[in-house]
């Protein structure tokens, strides 16, 4: 991902819960390499002790997360326990969104996560947005990427569905 030293690894499957069990065993890859990390405060455990996840969202998907005013992602957060970071910068229609917490945590949010971003698996733009390989920082400025509105808003269609 532009700007950090992380790679994208993209997960194609024909179902939703056949995406949710590579998450979980990339998850499990994590906590695996956590003990290893935490030394160090780096890539897969934060300063507090948490284990870190990190996703490429669509700025859909990103809108869809933190809803209204932040109301979706507050309440993700209350339900799960996760700290839920997303980046207001959008490179080549991603944002990146950080989960911090137990393994358990991590994973009740990529479910909803999943959930949110199957929802828009049958949109237009979703089958070139899914298939990109590459996030390009080269355009719109130093980091590239268009810049997202302010949170609190949301994405709707002319009709006024969400």
């Known amino acids: 991902f532009p ?12 179902q939703p ?22 030394d160090r405060g780096g890539e897969f455990v934060d300063d507090r002790g948490r284990l870190l ?5 669509s700025k859909a998907a990103s809108g869809a997360v933190i809803g209204p005013k932040g109301e979706n992602i507050r309440k993700l957060r209350e339900r799960s326990g996760a700290h839920i970071d997303v980046a207001r910068e959008i490179i080549d229609s991603h944002q990146l969104a950080t989960i911090a917490g137990a393994r ?9 996560f999943n959930e949110i971003v199957q929802a828009d698996a049958q949109e237009a733009w979703f089958a070139q947005w899914a298939v990109q390989r590459g996030i390009s920082a080269a355009e719109g400025g130093p980091r590239g990427g268009e810049r997202r509105e302010p949170r609190g808003e949301s994405r709707r269609s002319d009709d006024g569905r969400r």
């Not at 996840?53 to 969202?57: G, H, Q, S």
């Open 104 to 112: 358990e945590q991590i994973i009740a949010v990529l479910e909803e």
């Open 3 to 14: 700007g950090t030293r992380f790679r994208i690894l993209t997960i194609v499957g024909p």
């Open 53 to 57: 996840f990190r996703t490429a969202l």
């Open 17 to 38: 819960g056949l995406i949710m069990e590579a998450l979980v065993g990339i998850v499990d890859e994590v906590v695996g390499r956590a003990p290893d990390d935490r």
